[in-house]
């Protein structure tokens, strides 16, 4: 104790300070934390809960101190956790899942605390929230699975017609030409599968920056049609357009190309012969400082159900994928379509009527920034 000088007083205040302090600085660590931490006695009545705790399990704690934690809806799922932890003093670690009413999941440690006197003094829990983990390790592994299937169909298909060719159909030179005509379009959608899943990853990993320019958008919307001409003569397709001379965007011109190609052949495969397929362009927005282009790309086509509206922009969805294995499609075409359009920081959005119509609308900034 010869540590402090001056009067017992003053070194009472001294020790009170410091008291003062070590509390202060340990509530701003836990508010501070991004896991939750929650503490409950050995009664499990709640003692400490920080701010990350209540963002987590999606509650309040104002007037919940002091409260049994069995009381707490969104914690009821824990209970089976902190009996065990309680009863057998161990450490548990696991991972739960919450509903509020989105899923989260989150992982929770329960850690007993064992006072001087080797009696329970309660439980410590940090919960953890994994959901972004979790749900990018789900995609992945939806994406592998996706993959393998959209790859073993073509190849199945020209394993086995080379094998009936090599058996001795090959003898006959109207079936071998009709089988290899077969074998060459299932290579060439082997092909289209993989130059679009490679596009696709160049886009996300955006190792390839987008060469910004001045696009006049009459003249690249004209030529693009222009370049679909033939497949929406084919069907019997009337492709028209509506843009402004003079409107100009800055953007890269090739992956704008790209947006519109997607979308013009997508209006010309879901739409049945002796339709039409219309392309407009116009400026919106007020101030100068938020212009604005809007392009849409409507057809009179085959539509899409309600359901499937939002999940048409992930890769490989087709909506029906009979209908779209017909058109050879293989589901990423508008998965590049909304990276590309998020890459110009523009949005995009689908409206459609089943066996009516779709447009998808796609604003884009006149001025990058
Ligand atoms: N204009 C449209 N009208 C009706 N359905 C559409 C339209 N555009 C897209 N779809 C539906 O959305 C699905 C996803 O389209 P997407 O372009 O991503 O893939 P895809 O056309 O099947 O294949 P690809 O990768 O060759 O473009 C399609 O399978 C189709 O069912
Ligand atoms: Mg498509």
Redesign the pocket.
């Known amino acids: 104790m010869a540590k402090y000088r001056g009067s017992p007083g003053t070194r009472r205040s001294i020790q009170g300070r410091r008291v003062l302090e070590d509390e202060s600085r340990l509530t701003s660590v836990l508010e501070n934390m991004i896991d939750g931490v929650i503490m409950i006695d050995r009664d499990a009545n709640l003692v400490l809960v920080n701010r990350a705790a209540e963002q987590i399990a999606g509650f309040s704690v104002s007037g919940l101190l002091g409260q049994h934690v069995f009381a707490l809806q969104p914690l009821h799922v824990l209970h089976p956790l902190i009996e065990r932890c309680m009863t057998g003093n161990e450490r548990i670690r696991d991972e739960i899942a919450l509903y509020l009413p989105e899923e989260r999941i989150v992982e929770v440690n329960l850690i007993p605390i064992v006072l001087a006197n080797g009696v329970g003094g309660g439980i410590l829990m940090i919960l953890h929230d994994v959901t972004s983990i979790r749900r990018l390790e789900r995609i992945r592994s939806e994406f592998v699975a996706n993959v393998s299937h959209e790859l073993k169909t073509p190849i199945a298909s020209v394993k086995g017609f080379a094998e009936t060719l090599l058996a001795g159909a090959m003898d006959d030179p109207e079936t071998a030409k009709t089988f290899l005509q077969i074998i060459y379009e299932e290579s060439e959608r082997l092909n289209?599968l993989i130059g679009?899943l490679l596009e696709l990853s160049k886009i996300e990993s955006r190792l390839v920056p987008l060469r910004l320019a001045p696009v006049d958008l009459h003249e690249l919307i004209g030529k693009t049609m222009e370049a679909m001409g033939n497949q929406a003569a084919n069907k019997h397709i009337a492709l028209s357009m509506a843009v402004d001379r003079d409107l100009y965007i800055e953007a890269d011109e090739d992956r704008l190309r790209q947006i519109l190609i997607?979308l013009l052949?997508?209006?010309i495969?879901?739409t049945p012969e002796g339709g039409r397929v219309c392309v407009k362009a116009f400026p919106v927005g007020d101030g100068p400082e938020e212009e604005k282009v809007q392009i849409v790309v409507s057809?009179t086509?085959?539509?899409?159900p309600k359901e499937d509206l939002t999940r048409?922009f992930e890769r490989f969805?087709?909506?029906?994928k009979a209908?779209?294995r017909s058109?050879?499609?293989?589901?990423?075409?508008?998965?590049i379509v909304k990276h590309l359009v998020d890459l110009h920081g523009g949005t995009i959005h689908v409206d459609?009527v089943v066996g009516v119509e779709?447009s998808f609308t796609i604003e884009l900034p006149i001025l990058q920034k």
């Open positions: 289209r679009d997607n052949s997508n209006g495969s879901y057809d086509g085959i539509g899409i048409i969805y087709k909506v029906d209908r779209s058109s050879g499609g293989t589901g990423l075409g508008l998965s459609s779709t």
